[in-house]
């Protein structure tokens, strides 16, 4: 089976259409795995969430998904990100709410635990350090765990020997999923934050336990007019053009 696994597409359709596009390019994926964050920041929630519920899915919660519902307070979003979240909620039907409201907070996929922060914390915890990432491997107990939220693509390894490294997750070179036990973050599809605007995402061959990121560019002055017709503050617009 081949999946396409998405993270924090943050409702952002121009990124999101040209991630489809280019999953079709490459013959296709029998299942999508979203780590959360369908909406939050961008221009387009209703549209994206739509889509993603045609596809054959498996989705978990993000923070900005349960933000959006009220399901999570806004005191610990920064105001921009606080505002954008408020707004969400104004253009959400209720059929949306429902679906958010639905999503849980962790998924299993055979060799795979399925969540958006951390298997710790599946919400809100960042893994950036190899320190939080050796205690949380202690928190599933599959081989694999997919991750998304710091929007950056990173792959966090542990040894036979319970050694811990990190690597960066770079684009077309494939990684192969063997003995050691792994956190893998496919980075961003709506804003990517390593620096690279261009949109993050992975396809998973699990015939041959293969995963590859791939980065593709997509139109973001699309998504920057669109945001900037909905009034959404500007550091958020600007922000895309940089990938941070």
Not at 11 to 19: D, G, I, K, Q
Not at 214 to 229: E, H
């Amino acid at each position: 089976m081949r999946c396409a696994i998405i993270a924090d597409i943050h409702a952002n359709l121009a990124a999101f259409s040209t991630v489809l596009a280019d999953i079709k390019q490459r013959g296709g994926v029998d299942e999508v795995w979203c780590l959360g964050d369908i909406v939050g920041y961008g221009p387009d929630p209703c549209q994206c969430i739509e889509i993603l519920r045609r596809l054959e899915n498996v989705c978990i919660a993000g923070n900005h998904d349960w933000a959006a519902i009220g399901k999570l307070s806004l005191s610990e979003f920064n105001p921009d990100a606080a505002y954008a979240c408020r707004w969400t909620a104004e253009q959400l039907s209720a059929e949306d709410v429902v679906y958010l409201d639905g999503l849980p907070e962790v998924a299993e996929k055979g060799d795979f635990t399925l969540v958006h922060g951390s298997p710790r914390q599946p919400i809100w915890e960042y893994l950036l350090s190899i320190g939080s990432a050796r205690e949380n491997f202690a928190y599933f107990s599959s081989q694999f765990c997919l991750v998304g939220h710091s929007h950056v693509p990173s792959i966090f390894r542990r040894t036979e020997t319970g050694d811990c490294s990190f690597s960066p997750f770079s684009a077309n070179v494939g990684l192969a999923l063997g003995k050691s036990r792994l956190i893998i973050n496919p980075g961003s599809v709506g804003q990517p934050r390593d620096g690279d605007t261009r949109v993050s995402y992975a396809i998973l061959d699990d015939e041959i336990m293969m995963l590859r990121l791939y980065r593709v560019p997509y139109d973001i002055s699309l998504t920057q007019a669109r945001m900037v017709k909905h009034n959404l503050p500007m550091r958020l617009v600007s922000r895309l053009s940089r990938g941070i």
